[in-house]
């Protein structure tokens, strides 16, 4: 069974597995979800990956789907991108397996991104190093960039303001610094084989993103983590221009569900040419789904 692109409505490629179907909860990532689900005043029950591509299915999207392993960083156990991978090889008409690996893992985690390509199917890679505690551009990852450019695929990098650890004490101990866009043109400039999504707006650092789109052809915008409501003037701007084929749906869910981001999309000053790539075109390139 695989997708069938001409069938679909959209392409989601930001989504989060963010509990196990067979193991508890991580009582450090509970803290971190609880205050996540006050920022985004969005429920505190996690779906399960079942709940997810029910969800999914019954609005005709695909849908990237990934943890976020910051082992290291936050001393919080992992969901198992094994059980991801799984998962969507199960449900292969709408789920696209990412990976994420704790960056600091170094050679070890090279060995994981390759056996995760070349046995379990996983199309990309999700970072967030501002819950890794680790800069973007730091040499022990570089391990883990050097397989996901060997085989071309893209890896998203979480940038802008991180809703995890907002309004804890200190912020949970989170530093947004490494959630700066910039600090991912070395990887770029340095990976030019590894398609690089940035995702979310960026804020407070919107432009530096746009900036990097622009300037590189292996990077691109995905649009999740905010209502469109919200977006920085730039954000349509450039979508309507220069970046049309740079810039992807996608949600952030379970924080954000898809429909209620597209009904909002709908009224910004999108145009009308352009939502076809924005909803899936240019992420149907990026994914090699074309």
């Known amino acids: 069974m695989t997708i069938d692109l001409a069938a679909l409505a959209a392409i989601d490629v930001h989504v989060h597995a963010e509990v196990s179907c067979h193991d508890p909860e991580d009582p450090v990532m509970a803290q971190f979800f609880d205050a996540a689900s006050a920022y985004f005043k969005a429920p505190r029950e996690r779906p399960k990956m079942p709940e997810i591509a029910e969800i999914y299915r019954a609005q005709n999207i695909a849908f990237c789907l990934f943890t976020v392993d910051a082992e290291s ?29 704790d960056p600091r893992k170094g050679r070890l985690g090279a060995r994981e991104a390759r056996d995760l390509i070349e046995n379990h199917g996983v199309r990309g890679f999700k970072f967030h190093h501002i819950v890794q505690d680790c800069h973007p551009g730091d040499r022990v ?3 883990i960039y050097e397989v996901i450019a060997e085989y071309g695929l893209p890896a998203i ?99 954000i569900r898809p429909d209620k981001w597209i009904e909002a999309a709908r009224g910004i000053g999108f145009k009308d040419e352009v939502m076809p790539g924005i909803m899936k075109g240019n992420a149907a390139r990026v994914l090699g789904l074309l």
């Open 141 to 143: 990852g570089y391990p």
């Open 157 to 255: 990098f979480h940038t802008g303001h991180s809703g995890m650890g907002t309004g804890m004490r200190g912020g949970g101990g989170l530093r947004l610094k490494y959630g700066r866009p910039m600090l991912v043109d070395d990887v770029a400039v340095d990976f030019p084989d590894m398609k690089i999504i940035l995702a979310h707006p960026s804020w407070p650092w919107v432009d530096e993103s746009l900036s990097m789109a622009l300037h590189k052809e292996n990077v691109f915008i995905d649009l999740s983590g905010w209502s469109p409501r919200y977006f920085p003037p730039q954000i349509v701007r450039y979508a309507n221009g220069q970046l049309a084929d740079k810039m992807m749906f996608g949600s952030d869910f379970p924080l």
């Open 73 to 101: 960083g936050m001393g919080a156990k992992r969901v198992s991108n094994y059980e991801v991978a799984e998962f969507a090889a199960a449900h292969a008409d709408i789920c696209i397996p990412f990976a994420s690996i």
